[in-house]
């Protein structure tokens, strides 16, 4: 069982379209972060979310809307996508008992054409 | 969090032990050193973690300085597998419900040599 699944795993979409990135994880964990890899493979802090609560949002655009419908999901939503959007998205999780030991998805490979 | 500093790259020969440097002179006594790496294409993977002993996992060992100023990871046998970029990160390890957020430098990209 993989324990923090992303999906899609490859997503290529026009600019403009909105689209969603969905993550699942099984550890019982109860804090999921987004992070996001850009080209030159810098790999910053999105959102996290502590009991579907947010409590990181590292200045990311509006057109991004992360949703924690329960303590096992967070999903990002994507308006209006540009083409600086392209990166690799990654998922994680975490216990609040098991500082900062994060477990990290496949990632999402996000192209706009 | 403090700043670390690793070398941009290096190689080793497999079978041999790999030994990754990462300075952090401005740690400072509540910060924890951690090690992730990221094999290509891959998610980030944690490998070990400590605050002033030495700590040692099924993975590798971890190697801090008595002045806490500098550390050493050591993979003993290292395989192709273990070609990745790997990462430095020092921080507090406290229970902070959501903050504990991950700030990645770039890294050592450490090639295994067949």
């Not at chain 1, 689209?19 to 550890?27: A, D, G, P, V, Y």
């Not at chain 2, 990462?87 to 430098?105: D, H, P, Q």
């Amino acid at each position: 069982d993989t324990a923090v699944s992303q999906t899609p795993k490859y997503l290529v979409t026009q600019m403009g379209n909105d689209k969603s990135i969905k993550c699942e994880q099984n550890l019982g964990h109860d804090t999921m972060y987004w992070y996001k890899q850009d080209s030159k493979k810098f790999l910053k802090i999105m959102f996290s979310y502590n009991n579907k609560e947010l409590i990181i949002n590292e200045t990311v655009p509006n057109r991004f809307s992360p949703k924690s419908p329960d303590k096992a999901h967070l999903n990002l939503h994507i308006n209006s996508l540009e083409l600086g959007d392209s990166a690799v998205y990654f998922c994680a999780s975490s216990t609040s008992l098991a500082k900062n030991i994060q477990y990290f998805g496949a990632g999402t490979r996000l192209s706009v054409l | 969090d403090a700043k670390t500093t690793q070398p941009p790259s290096m190689d080793c020969a497999e079978g041999r032990a790999a030994n990754l440097p990462c300075n952090h002179s401005t740690i400072s006594g509540n910060e924890y050193v951690y090690w992730y790496r990221q094999i290509h294409s891959q998610g980030p993977q944690y490998i070990i973690h400590g605050l002033k002993n030495n700590e040692t996992n099924e993975m590798a060992s971890l190697i801090i300085t008595e002045d806490r100023k500098s550390s050493t990871l050591i993979l003993p046998h290292a395989t192709l597998r273990d070609t990745a970029v790997y990462y430095c990160i020092v921080r507090v390890a406290i229970r902070n419900f959501g903050n504990e957020k991950l700030t990645f430098g770039t890294g050592t990209r450490l090639t295994i040599i067949p």
